[in-house]
């Protein structure tokens, strides 16, 4: 060391003052990478871990809180009215100019408060207008006077209900429940009866969907009651829109049609026009099968008299093959849910990567400084 | 007393006995001067920047670990670093001196001619020299007119009767080459790891 320099000399001095002051006061940290290396991978394991775990909890409450709305939700007369109305307004309309047929309603014996009036025939008409393009034979009648003027819009609802009743009168009150679907103006689609218990699925118009429900809930003690819409207006226009367009081009096509002069364009126009033919009969397929499901509502009604065990405990018994199905779905279900939590944290995720990121940048910068 | 031990050992044993480090400090605070000056040619600047470099040291010295360069590697790894810095800003900062406590000194004039002793600007002109010897002439007399002549970009396509691009081009092709070849050069490389 060449002591000539003084600077040099006065800097050490500086530096071991400085050593003598803060060296001992802070005790050796044992910060080697070795030991750095491992810890960071468990702490990453651990928060990897984590992460699915919340996004396991999160998606099964997310999914768990869509399917616990059991009997929370009750139609009310025209809930759907002021969202689609203008919309479905216009579809009645169309209906009309279409020269529906409107078959006249004919009273169903054992309904009380049918009244005639010429108010509540025209909205029956205009219920059945839609209902009537599906094929379905509409016998609406009014119940209670309640019927909305607003057309049902495009909603498929299905409901489920589970109705305690009385002792010994399954059988009568298993009658009055298909009665109900008779009475509104529905049909039952199936149904199964025990001794004591059984089920129906019965499909009523959706209009009558809330006063079918009310007459299932009246047969007795409403033990599990499920209502579900899904709105498919959106799909419904869609489709119309593709109709058009769909049946336009088959005009142009017929004009060519007539102007093909040679064999070779009257086949390329053949075929043109053979798929669009396809195409239209496919799609007012569909609008039927929309206009069907949304004008008839499914409810799936068991009913089971006092004391008797649910249906479901007399099917399962314990099996190695039902074990082994149960931990399939299981194991789906929470793929399903840590799927599902995963989209609601990657947001999140995005975020925390981003200062990750940047506290590694700065520890690392930190580091090529040392 | 530290006689025996190793750089690396040294270092080491500071985390607990912080007076180790004046002997790490005595191994390489001139040469570490020296490479400042050679860098600098600045006595002051590389005073300093000798004295933050080992006050940053001495800061981190408990995040040393040894990846095979040894303690040399390392000091010169923060050495380089704080250059860096200050051929960026133009200003040595005193960030780790002032964490430390210790005072900004100022290079007295005897250390300011003995700093000045270490760049040995001799040895550093015959490199420059050896480095210029192997320009092309157009280059060589491109970078005469303009460095050491000081004359403008127009003047020097006047004397050397081209375009002034083309006299642009050369003076920045010139210096280029330069400074690769003096990067390169074995002797001043000898001079600044010496």
Do not use: C
């Not at chain 1, 960071?40 to 699915?52: D, G, I, P, T, Y």
């Not at chain 1, 997310?62 to 203008?86: F, H, W």
């Amino acid at each position: 060391m060449d002591a000539t320099i003084g600077y040099v000399s006065q800097v050490r001095e500086d530096l071991m003052d400085a050593a003598f002051r803060t060296g001992r006061a802070r005790p050796h940290r044992v910060r080697g990478g070795t030991r750095w290396l491992p810890s960071r991978r468990v702490a990453v394991a651990l928060a990897s871990v984590l992460v699915l775990v919340a996004a396991g909890t999160l998606g099964w409450f997310l999914k768990g809180g869509d399917v616990a709305r059991i009997g929370a939700e009750r139609p009310a007369s025209g809930e759907t009215g002021a969202t689609g109305g203008g919309l479905r307004q216009r579809d009645i309309a169309d209906q009309a100019a279409d020269d529906m047929p409107v078959p006249s309603p004919a009273s169903v014996p054992g309904v009380a408060g049918y009244t005639d009036s010429a108010n509540q025939r025209l909205s029956i008409r205009h219920e059945e207008a839609l209902v009537g393009d599906a094929g379905v034979e509409a016998e609406a009648p009014a119940i209670e006077g309640s019927i909305p003027v607003q057309d049902p819009s495009r909603i498929i609802r299905t409901a489920q209900m589970t109705v305690v009743i009385g002792r010994n009168a399954f059988d009568e009150k298993f009658a009055q429940a298909q009665n109900v679907a008779e009475v509104n103006g529905g049909f039952v689609q199936t149904s199964t009866g025990r001794e004591r218990s059984g089920t129906l699925t019965m499909r009523v118009p959706s209009r009558n969907f809330s006063s079918a429900l009310a007459g299932l809930r009246a047969l007795g003690d409403v033990l599990l009651e499920k209502v579900e819409g899904q709105d498919v207006t959106a799909e419904y226009v869609d489709l119309q829109g593709r109709l058009k367009i769909a049946e336009s081009r088959l005009d142009v096509l017929f004009g060519l049609m007539e102007q093909a002069t040679t064999i070779e364009q009257t086949i390329r126009v053949q075929n043109a026009l053979d798929d669009t033919q396809l195409r239209v009969e496919n799609i007012k397929g569909q609008i039927k099968l929309l206009k069907d499901r949304t004008s008839f509502a499914t409810i799936r009604a068991e009913l089971r008299e006092e004391g008797v065990e649910p249906q479901e405990a007399e099917v399962e018994n314990p099996s190695l093959p039902t074990a082994w199905d149960r931990a399939i779905a299981g194991f789906i279900g929470v793929i399903a849910g840590v799927v599902i939590g995963l989209g609601y944290l990657i947001p999140i995720l995005v975020i925390a990567a981003a200062v990750w990121f940047a506290v590694v940048l700065l520890r690392r910068r930190r580091r090529a400084a040392a | 007393m530290y006689a025996d031990m190793d750089d690396v050992e040294l270092i080491v044993l500071s985390r607990d006995e912080p007076e180790a480090f004046g002997a790490v400090y005595e191994r390489h605070a001139e040469s570490l001067l020296r490479f400042f000056a050679r860098r600098t040619f600045d006595a002051e600047a590389a005073a300093e920047l000798m004295a933050e470099t080992f006050a940053e040291a001495f800061a981190s010295r408990t995040r040393f670990k040894d990846r095979g360069l040894g303690a040399t590697g390392w000091l010169y790894g923060i050495g380089r670093h704080k250059l860096s810095r200050y051929f960026r800003s133009g200003a040595v900062d005193a960030r780790a001196r002032r964490k430390l406590g210790m005072p900004e000194r100022r290079v007295s004039p005897e250390d300011y001619d003995r700093i000045e002793e270490l760049i040995d600007f001799e040895q550093v002109g015959r490199a420059i020299g050896q480095a210029f010897s192997l320009l092309s002439e157009e280059q060589r007399e491109a970078l005469t007119l303009r460095v050491i002549d000081g004359l403008s970009y127009r003047e020097v396509s006047e004397t050397l009767q081209v375009t002034e691009e083309t006299a642009r081009a050369r003076v920045s092709r010139g210096l280029k080459r330069l400074g690769r070849e003096l990067a390169s050069s074995p002797a001043v490389e000898a001079q600044i790891e010496g």
